[in-house]
């Protein structure tokens, strides 16, 4: 068991607990269900069928919009503590609210650090240099509008922040169970893994030689590795001493620039960079606007992160195996 394990392990309020995780099927979720279990726990997963997880672990089948389907689903369940991974919308937490109200004694919601984001028009951005500590974005005092159309996929798409935002105020104001949201850097590493494929898009171009598109003044921002999110949420789920917003972010703040020498680095090649137009798309992790997180609450209530620049390595060479792969 990893370091990061046990001290979630010696963390444990009382031994294994009742868990239900809401989607866990991918990604850094898929190894959260498999922490759990390697630690003890008793799990149960929903999610709408499409993929089934690990044979030891409950499954049940249920639309998450669907508040009837949900609750017959549930039965008279009750969990310690549920973990949702895929609520990205103040409806889909009002639903969740009304549902496990009076099943769970606490909730947990993965959020992102996409909350801080100044180009949605609603933050200032924060003094560059300054990682931005939770109280920047408080839920508690976060307005909420279900009546906006959060049904519709491109809406969602283009208000995803918002969302998210939203999402967390509905959840801080149910009151009747104590709620943590999760607010996750850049997720990389896992290889193929990977679903955003956005440190794939720099390992084939760097290794191509081809050009990266960056602003003219780029900013810095942080990330974290999808093995130590799931070590972050497993904990977080199973420290009853955690609630509130919290930042989940390796150490260590880098611009487009610093990641591109790094993956060049392993790569023995060298980047070429381009510099966009005003307006233009510039390649991923290219800021021109500053909204990277401070981890202190994180470390203050006894989380260890890792530096970004111990782990990035590895996930580049992952990456690079994963592009070399034949498809099949």
Not at 118 to 137: K, R
Not at 231 to 238: M, R, S
Request: aromatic share 8%.
């Amino acid at each position: 068991m990893s370091a990061l394990l046990l001290m979630a392990a010696d963390l444990q309020d009382g031994g294994m607990h009742k868990v239900c995780v809401i989607g866990g099927s991918r990604y850094f979720g898929k190894l959260l269900v498999k922490r759990l279990r390697a630690t003890g726990h008793r799990v149960t997963v929903i999610n709408r069928g499409s993929t089934r997880p690990p044979a030891d672990v409950e499954h049940l089948v249920a639309d998450r919009n669907d508040e009837a389907a949900l609750t017959a689903a549930l039965g008279s369940r009750t969990f310690d503590v549920v973990v949702d991974q895929v609520c990205y919308t103040p409806v889909q937490a009002a639903v969740a609210a009304r549902v496990f109200k009076g099943r769970s004694r606490r909730y947990l919601m993965t959020s992102t650090l996409e909350v801080y984001d100044p180009a949605t028009g609603v933050l200032s951005a924060g003094p560059a240099g300054t990682p931005l500590p939770e109280e920047t974005v408080d839920p508690a005092a976060w307005p909420v509008s279900l009546a906006l159309p959060w049904h519709d996929e491109a809406y969602l798409d283009a208000h995803y922040a918002e969302g998210k935002r939203q999402a967390e105020a509905v959840f801080t104001r149910a009151g009747d169970f104590a709620f943590a949201a999760v607010r996750s850097a850049h997720v990389l590493g896992g290889g193929a893994r990977e679903f955003t494929g956005r440190l794939a898009h720099y390992v084939e171009r760097i290794a191509q030689g081809r050009e990266l598109a960056v602003h003219a003044r780029t900013l810095p921002t942080v990330f974290i590795h999808y093995e130590e999110l799931a070590d972050l949420l497993l904990w977080a789920a199973t420290a009853t001493h955690v609630t509130g917003p919290l930042n989940a972010c390796s150490d260590g703040l880098l611009d487009v620039h610093d990641l591109a020498s790094i993956i060049a680095a392993q790569l023995g090649r060298k980047p070429l960079f381009r510099t966009v137009a005003a307006g233009e798309t510039a390649s991923p992790f290219s800021l021109d606007r500053y909204y990277a997180m401070s981890n202190a609450r994180a470390q203050e209530l006894g989380f260890a992160f890792s530096p970004t620049v111990d782990w990035l390595p590895g996930a580049v060479a992952e990456a690079r195996t994963a592009s070399a792969a034949p498809t099949v």
